[in-house]
């Protein structure tokens, strides 16, 4: 069993197109996050959720906007993608503030064309 | 200054050598150090973790952190073909959700 999964695991499309990145998690983590590595490898975080509630919103475009349904998931909606938000984004969760490391999935790359 | 710094390398070692790989923040708030794996078209797997000062051990890797000096060091010994991958190492303070990243340093190891 996939312990945190994304989905679609690539994604290819085109500027001005919106979009969503899908993310569960079944190791029952109370946070979860969403995070951007560039072409460099830098992992940059975007967002982190605690049990629904967003508690960490770096300076990332209102394009992006983060959803959670509920602890397990936190979706990632994409608006009017640009041709440098190509990156891969990598869902992630921890437990109790993730002192003890954090939990990645597979992650998304998105080309955006 | 960023405040995680990582030498990207890249790094090339034969098979059997002992790695060192480092980074150094500016941040005295950090107290929670980890260390990840990352192989290619991967995401990062948790290696190690470790609060505040001190050396810990798990198999052939060793961690390390000097506080004082705001610099952590991962060691691995006899370092085989199937370490080769990209470390990254990271940090939080207060145990708070927010880990910051280093650039992540690029090992290969050759047989």
């Known amino acids: 069993d996939t312990a945190v999964s994304q989905t679609p695991k690539y994604l290819v499309t085109q500027m001005g197109n919106d979009k969503s990145i899908k993310c569960e998690q079944n190791?029952?983590?109370?946070?979860m996050y969403w995070y951007k590595q560039d072409s460099k490898k830098f992992l940059k975080i975007m967002f982190s959720?605690?049990?629904?509630?967003?508690?960490i919103n770096e300076t990332v475009p209102n394009r992006f906007s983060p959803k959670s349904p509920d602890k397990a998931h936190l979706n990632l909606h994409i608006n009017s993608l640009e041709l440098g938000d190509s990156a891969v984004y990598f869902c992630?969760?921890?437990?109790?503030?993730?002192?003890?490391?954090?939990?990645f999935g597979s992650g998304t790359r998105l080309t955006v064309v | 200054q960023k405040e995680v710094e990582q030498d990207p390398g890249p790094l090339s070692v034969p098979e059997g050598a002992i790695v060192s790989l480092n980074c150094t923040y500016s941040?005295?708030?950090?107290?929670?150090f980890m260390w990840y794996r990352q192989y290619s078209r991967k995401g990062p797997e948790l290696l190690m973790y470790?609060?505040?000062?001190g050396n810990k051990e798990d198999g052939r890797f060793t961690a390390q952190v000097d506080k004082s000096s705001k610099y952590i060091s991962l060691f691995i010994r006899d370092s085989q073909p199937s370490d080769s991958a990209t470390y990254l190492c990271?940090?939080?303070?207060?145990?708070?959700?927010?880990?910051?990243f280093g650039a992540g340093t690029r090992l290969t190891v050759k047989p």
């Open positions: 992630a969760s921890s437990q109790e503030g993730g002192g003890r490391g954090y939990t």
């Open positions: 190791l029952g983590h109370d946070t």
């Open positions: 959720y605690n049990n629904k509630e967003l508690i």
């Open positions: 941040n005295s708030a950090f107290q929670y």
């Open positions: 470790t609060y505040s000062s």
């Open positions: 990271a940090m939080s303070a207060n145990n708070n959700n927010d880990m910051r």
